[in-house]
């Protein structure tokens, strides 16, 4: 074993682990706090890939926008109970139950593929250099189309947050 | 950068890819907070943008990867209407709690 699959199993293995923790962790504060340690081991798998450029993208987005919207939504709500309305025991082993078949399934799909071979000359495609000449020349139409939707989505969402709709 | 690929095969990252989205669909089947559901959500996006990266690393095509950043895109509008829609529930029926959000329910 050399030092990248170190790395490789203990990023899979803190991703893995604190996604665990999101899911089960009673507080909505920590299970943001766990899901910003899985997003920053997603971003480590991502530079271990050569993808730089969306492993920065990744932390900005993720760790810097989206869970400081969560975390001032849970503030905002004061929803950072200790004790939290937990569902039903049969509904949790049938989730469970539930998740054990949806693996089967993936891992059985995934048994008879064959591996795909490594390109020889697959390094560096994830440069800002090469992103950017296939973003803004292959993918110009979707790229300008996605600021639309992302007015749309800010319109949306000041006209839901406000007090009298009507 | 190319021994991290050719040390490393695919398939681990397909089968860390496949468990990262069963915790998050676990996640959506167990909680009962309207909030940590979208964080389930967002760790079930986070799976499939792996695979996606993964790929496209490993078959040297670059449009894997603005794939993952379209979703990036899509996911953080989700996330800004979709709070918003959860404050706005929390006003009128004063809980998150997805068991007493039941009208809909047949």
New interface residues.
């Given amino acids: 074993m ?1 030092i ?2 170190y790395i ?1 199993w203990f990023l ?1 293995f803190l ?2 682990l604190s ?2 923790m ?2 089960f962790s009673k507080n ?1 504060v920590y ?2 706090l766990y ?1 910003i340690i ?2 920053f081991a ?1 971003a480590g ?2 530079v ?4 730089q ?2 492993a920065a ?2 932390i900005i ?2 760790a810097g ?2 869970m400081v ?2 975390l001032y ?2 503030m ?2 004061n ?1 950072n109970k200790e004790t ?4 039903k025991t049969y ?2 082993i ?3 139950v ?2 054990g078949l ?2 089967v399934t ?2 059985g799909s ?1 048994k008879g ?1 064959e ?2 071979q ?2 020889a ?6 440069t800002v250099e ?2 950017g000449d ?2 803004f020349n ?2 110009l139409l ?1 790229f300008e189309v ?1 600021s639309i ?2 007015l749309s ?2 319109v ?3 006209y ?2 406000k ?1 009298n709709l009507q | 950068m190319q021994e991290v690929i050719s040390g490393i095969p695919l398939v681990n990252y397909i089968y860390i890819s496949a468990a990262l989205f069963g915790i998050g669909a676990l996640g959506v089947m167990v909680r009962r907070n309207a909030i940590v559901l979208f964080m389930c959500i967002e760790l079930m996006l986070n799976a499939v943008n792996l695979l996606l990266v993964a790929f496209s690393s490993y078959l040297g095509d670059t449009s894997g990867q603005v794939f993952v950043f379209f979703i990036m895109a899509v996911a953080a509008a989700e996330v800004a209407v979709g709070l918003a829609i959860l404050i706005m529930i929390y006003r009128n029926a004063n809980t998150t709690d997805t068991e007493v959000l039941n009208q809909l329910k047949w």
């Avoid at chain 1, 271990?48 to 993808?51: D, F, Q, R």
């Avoid at chain 1, 939290?84 to 569902?87: L, V, W």
């Fill in positions: 050399n990248t699959q490789f899979s991703a893995l996604a665990l999101v899911v909505p299970s943001v899901l899985t997003f997603i798998h991502y271990l890939m050569s993808a450029f969306l993208v990744h987005v993720y926008a989206i919207l969560f939504t849970i905002m709500l929803l939290e309305p937990q569902k509904i949790q049938i989730a469970i539930a998740l949806l693996m993936m891992i995934i593929a591996a795909a490594p390109i000359d697959a390094a560096g495609i994830g090469k992103l296939v973003l292959k993918f979707p996605s939707l992302f989505a800010m949306g969402a000041v839901l947050s007090k």
